[in-house]
């Protein structure tokens, strides 16, 4: 897995800077530091080698920031490689301090997904059935008939916990789920309809599951994510936020826009409540969790491929809704994604099927238009098709015979001779700048030159 230089917009210092700036941090001649580097160079050599699509897409967030305002973390990945990621903006819009890789958003609804994940883990443990009723679980709970997987796949009827708590919770904290649960419990308010009748969206439905997934582990559903996803997954700035404890300092608040000004927005009496939201994370994290999906890390195959099947209605109507994640045919590409919007913070996570093209967005500054600028950068990212057989060859050839990787160049028609050769070349400079050091050994005349260019390769490797 590869992973490029990350950078921020606003700070003047983009990543595509001519790469030869960059040599200055390869030229230590400690091996050990050397070969500790040799990752870091890797990824220098995959990204001068996507360096016009690349650069397409940079320039398109340039213009999302200065011509639209666009404040957040954007990442694009192709094939399991993060090929470009980038952190726009300021953390206050307010002030002038740039956002960093380790902030923060709250992910709203793409919480979701973590809350079904700890559903299916259950499942796969053997501790719970889908097909269960929640009152198997929650024993007062007033709303019979519903299923578990009536709640994953928001076709439950239960009414909406937030208007019950905006009319009818009276304490000076914002209600956590077990306090929201016994008013729902008291409330007894009216379903809006029978189980399973049709598709209604429901935050309701996954803050239920998530009182059960604390009901089964005997755990608060942060200490669950935290031992059972976070932590196995190294997802370190990735944690369910409890609003009654101090902000932390790496935390974005999330903005509203107010003519030429913005006013941050304070934690609502529904922000106890998790489940359906309240997760915060980074880009980075995000596309750990991303992978753990698409190689089954923690989930088995037979159990995730249930996550990223539509649900159905009593009649056999077909629901765009899996375990998590919304479902959508595009014309050239299945898509598994969900949206999140929530105080100020606009979301997406969504992975194209067809090209294997993941592509997150997480936003705090009330910007309306996350599916427009996905789908853009989806388009854009097709262009990355064109240089992956290119890629491969740079990071499988001799690097350094450069007369012969130009002659390799009859078999790339698609990509302009001209780029070809500046890549080649570039991606040639950087490498021996990495290793002058070495490079000087392996000519010298020596008794055992095998000895000198296995150490040599190892180094490369």
């Known amino acids: 897995m590869f992973f490029f230089v990350e950078t921020n917009s606003s700070s003047g210092n983009t990543q595509f800077e001519p790469i030869n700036n960059l040599s200055a941090s390869f030229a230590s001649n400690d091996f050990g530091s050397n070969f500790s580097r040799q990752t870091n160079l890797n990824d220098f050599i995959l990204k001068e080698a996507y360096k016009y699509p690349l650069r397409e897409i940079h320039n398109y967030v340039s213009r999302l920031n200065s011509a639209h305002r666009f404040n957040g973390s954007i990442l694009v990945a192709k094939d399991g490689k993060i090929l470009f990621e980038e952190h726009i903006g300021y953390k206050d819009p307010r002030h002038k301090k740039s956002i960093e890789n380790t902030d923060t958003y709250q992910l709203a609804s793409v919480s979701k997904q973590f809350t079904a994940a700890a559903i299916l883990l259950l499942y796969q443990e053997g501790k719970l059935d889908l097909d269960d009723f929640a009152t198997k679980y929650l024993t007062n709970f007033p709303y019979k008939n519903i299923t578990i997987r009536h709640l994953l796949n928001h076709v439950s009827g239960l009414p909406n916990y937030m208007w019950a708590a905006e009319h009818n919770w009276t304490g000076k904290l914002p209600p956590d789920n077990a306090a929201m649960l016994n008013l729902m419990n008291k409330l007894k308010m009216q379903a809006y309809f029978k189980p399973g009748s049709r598709f209604d969206y429901s935050n309701t439905g996954y803050f239920i599951l998530a009182s059960i997934v604390s009901k089964i582990s005997d755990q608060s559903l942060s200490d669950f994510l935290d031992s059972k996803f976070f932590n196995p997954l190294n997802m370190q700035h990735t944690y369910v936020r409890n609003p009654n404890e101090e902000t932390g300092k790496n935390e974005l608040l999330g903005f509203r826009r107010y003519g030429r000004s913005y006013r941050s927005i304070p934690f609502s009496i529904n922000d106890g409540v998790v489940g359906d939201k309240g997760i915060y994370s980074t880009v980075s994290d995000l596309f750990k969790w991303n992978q753990s999906l698409t190689e089954s890390t923690i989930l088995n195959d037979a159990v995730l491929a ?156």
């Open 306 to 461: 249930k996550a990223f099947l539509p649900g159905k209605t009593n009649n056999g109507k077909s629901v765009p809704y899996g375990f998590g994640f919304r479902l959508k045919q595009e014309d050239d590409s299945d898509m598994i994604y969900h949206n999140g919007v929530w105080n100020g913070f606009r979301n997406t996570l969504r992975r194209y099927e067809a090209d294997n093209i993941t592509i997150i967005i997480l936003n705090n500054n009330s910007f309306n238009s996350i599916t427009a600028i996905s789908e853009e950068l989806h388009e854009l990212s097709k262009a990355f098709s064109k240089y992956d057989r290119f890629a491969s060859f740079i990071e499988n050839t001799n690097i350094y015979d450069i007369d012969n990787l130009k002659k390799e160049l009859v078999n790339f028609n698609d990509i302009p001779k001209s780029e070809s050769v500046e890549i080649i070349e570039q991606a040639a400079k950087l490498y021996y700048k990495q290793n002058e050091r070495y490079l000087s050994l392996k000519y010298l005349e020596v008794s055992d030159k095998y000895i000198i260019n296995q150490q040599y390769q190892s180094l490369l490797n």
